[in-house]
């Protein structure tokens, strides 16, 4: 089986040189040739661009900064990543969207590639892990019209996941994905005017399974994830009540309604957009007013969306 087609990683960063350091670390376990490395920094001139062209002079692949505007959110920050492999590629290429805030210990690139060019025509993803624990690493629609869903080894210890499964799922999160730079050609790039930071990737990878690119985790890549790294809490209640509601819009919330309403207009299906967004909106207030203890205790913790 040809391993020669180019891989090409891009990953957004803002303000994180730590963050960066760990990562780059972490690239040290790739051993895959041809590849590529493309970090978005939102934040251009800092720290972080000190570190990578102190990198690029150690690395045998080349790194590329791009710069990316510190009032520019996730999905704007990853498109100016995508818009330049897009530009550049061979659509025989493959990229691989990642979180800066992952770390693993395995030739990611090469694992995720061998199952990717097995299955054909698909995007593949890592199982993500934070505390020994899996968190939600895709969803599964069980019912649009209930808004009802799966999330597979969501909240079950990683001892007990067995190692080289691939589970189809709905659509996947980016924290580390693998497609061909063929599907970014047909489908576009991310909507980031509709959906500048949260359910982002969800749609980004929805629009790509309904190209035909279907979805898969792939147990035998793992990363481990900080939770805390970016966005806020819906489980804890540090601040007051008034604080919370008032902080539900703001964009980094991943409560905020309005763009859990424009997640539902652009990726479900027509007749179940009415009882969505009636669900979503309740989940928005069950987030709002009770804590992490509580919702686990009402809805349970594995396999559901709330064990993220």
Same mark, same amino acid.
């Given at each position: 089986m040809e391993m020669n087609k180019k891989v090409i990683v891009c990953v957004p960063t803002y303000c994180e040189p730590e963050k960066v350091t760990k990562y780059l670390e972490s690239c040290n376990f790739i051993k895959y040739r041809p590849f590529q490395l493309i970090i978005i920094n939102a934040n251009p001139g800092d720290k972080t661009s000190k570190i990578i062209k102190q990198e690029k002079k150690l690395r045998d692949y080349e790194i590329v900064e791009v710069c990316g505007q510190n009032d520019e959110f996730w999905s *704007?920050?990853?498109?100016?990543?995508? %818009?330049?492999? =897009?530009?550049?590629a061979k659509p025989e290429d493959y990229i691989l969207i990642s979180n800066i805030d992952i770390v693993f210990d395995t030739d990611i690139v090469s694992l995720l590639l061998e199952q990717a060019l097995k299955q054909g025509n698909c995007q593949m993803g890592a199982i993500s892990t934070s505390n020994d624990h899996a968190i939600s690493s895709g969803v599964q629609i069980k019912s649009w019209l209930a808004t009802s869903t799966l999330h597979p080894y969501a909240g079950v210890d990683i001892e007990n996941i067995p190692n080289g499964l691939l589970i189809k799922v709905d659509y996947l999160p980016t924290r580390c994905m693998l497609f061909p730079v063929e599907a970014l050609m047909k489908v576009g790039v991310i909507s980031d005017k509709w959906l500048p930071h949260y359910g982002a990737d969800y749609e980004f990878s929805h629009r790509l399974a309904k190209a035909a690119y279907t979805p898969y985790i792939y147990t035998g890549v793992s990363i481990k994830v900080d939770k805390? +790294?970016?966005?806020?809490?819906?489980?804890?209640?540090?601040?007051?009540?008034?604080?919370?509601?008032? +902080?539900?819009?703001?964009?980094?919330? /991943?409560? +905020? /309604?309005? #763009? %859990? $309403? +424009? #997640? $539902? @207009?652009?990726?479900? &299906?027509?007749? =179940?957009? &009415?009882? *969505?967004?009636? *669900?979503? @909106?309740?989940?928005? $207030? $069950?987030?709002?007013?009770?804590?992490?203890?509580?919702?686990?205790?009402? #809805?349970?913790?594995?396999?559901?969306? #709330?064990?993220?």
């Amino acid at each position: 089986m040809e391993m020669n087609k180019k891989v090409i990683v891009c990953v957004p960063t803002y303000c994180e040189p730590e963050k960066v350091t760990k990562y780059l670390e972490s690239c040290n376990f790739i051993k895959y040739r041809p590849f590529q490395l493309i970090i978005i920094n939102a934040n251009p001139g800092d720290k972080t661009s000190k570190i990578i062209k102190q990198e690029k002079k150690l690395r045998d692949y080349e790194i590329v900064e791009v710069c990316g505007q510190n009032d520019e959110f996730w999905s *704007a920050t990853v498109n100016r990543g995508l %818009r330049l492999i =897009a530009e550049n590629a061979k659509p025989e290429d493959y990229i691989l969207i990642s979180n800066i805030d992952i770390v693993f210990d395995t030739d990611i690139v090469s694992l995720l590639l061998e199952q990717a060019l097995k299955q054909g025509n698909c995007q593949m993803g890592a199982i993500s892990t934070s505390n020994d624990h899996a968190i939600s690493s895709g969803v599964q629609i069980k019912s649009w019209l209930a808004t009802s869903t799966l999330h597979p080894y969501a909240g079950v210890d990683i001892e007990n996941i067995p190692n080289g499964l691939l589970i189809k799922v709905d659509y996947l999160p980016t924290r580390c994905m693998l497609f061909p730079v063929e599907a970014l050609m047909k489908v576009g790039v991310i909507s980031d005017k509709w959906l500048p930071h949260y359910g982002a990737d969800y749609e980004f990878s929805h629009r790509l399974a309904k190209a035909a690119y279907t979805p898969y985790i792939y147990t035998g890549v793992s990363i481990k994830v900080d939770k805390q +790294n970016t966005g806020k809490s819906v489980y804890t209640h540090q601040s007051s009540y008034c604080e919370s509601i008032s +902080n539900l819009m703001d964009i980094k919330n /991943p409560s +905020n /309604p309005k #763009f %859990r $309403i +424009n #997640f $539902i @207009l652009l990726v479900y &299906p027509v007749y =179940a957009i &009415p009882t *969505a967004i009636l *669900a979503y @909106l309740v989940r928005t $207030i $069950i987030e709002t007013i009770l804590d992490k203890k509580q919702i686990y205790s009402l #809805f349970g913790q594995k396999e559901r969306g #709330f064990s993220e």
